[in-house]
């Protein structure tokens, strides 16, 4: 899930978890309960998310890689990662040494304008990842979560001055990201037929073509349909979830928190 921070990347990963059966690794969300929990990484990214910087790409590695190792033939959505260049080449390096290449980058691309008017009423349900918005989306009671009932938070990197040096960083670290997704998108196919190579090689190359898509919008709303057609024509044999309302809400099903709760389990080793 690509795009700028405040595009919807997380509620619209949040929905597609709701609607298939799939995994949704937040990066934001695992710092932020590593910062809650006074762990050494937490205390490690507490002041660069402060500031609106970029946690190091190596770290972060450690922490997708650590959660990634552990879902074994399980769709997953990752969402906020990679964001640099070389966080980018350490995935697919990772990745093509499981034999479990990227399969598809959604671009979520929402007018910066939108964003920075939408972001001041941003308040989230740090455990989970759940987003509210009090304009367009607010929680039932005013300040607290839907499902737990817990206090909502507002995100300290939230304020103007820190988004913006954070849509800076957008630019200038991780929009280069598309133009390598583009590229390996466009590599020629490896098959039996043009390859001369081991086999076991075989089994280390793309078995598909990379895909890149672009969705636009100025809503998670005006999104949603777009992205749902992409997913259902990409993985026709994804299930969906046996009960609940497809899709239509911005709340995180419980099999979401789980995926968030785990994921924060994976990443306690590093404490
Ligand atoms: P997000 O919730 O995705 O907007 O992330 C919040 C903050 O966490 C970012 O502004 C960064 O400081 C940090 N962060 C999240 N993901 C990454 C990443 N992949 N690389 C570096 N820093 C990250």
Redesign the pocket.
Known sequence: MFGK?GAG??TLSSRLVKKYDLLSI????L??QQIQDGTEVGKQ?EE??AR????P?EL?LRIVTDKLDTLHDKHWIL??????LR?GQLLEAHLQSRGTPLTLVVNINVPDEVIISRISDRWVHIPSGRVYNTSYNPPRVAGYDDVTGEPLARRA?DDPETFTR?LQ?FYNSTNPLLEYYGALANQEVVTTENVHQHPHQLLLDRPDKLVVRTVTGSTSDIIWPDLDRIITTMFPTLTPRASGPEGAQNTTPLAGVVAASEAAAATSSLK
């Not at 937040?26 to 969300?29: A, L, R």
């Open positions: 921070p990347k997380g937040s990066t934001g969300d710092l932020r990214a660069i998310m609106g910087g970029l946690v790409d972060m969402d906020g990662f990679p964001r640099t966080q990197d954070r960083a």
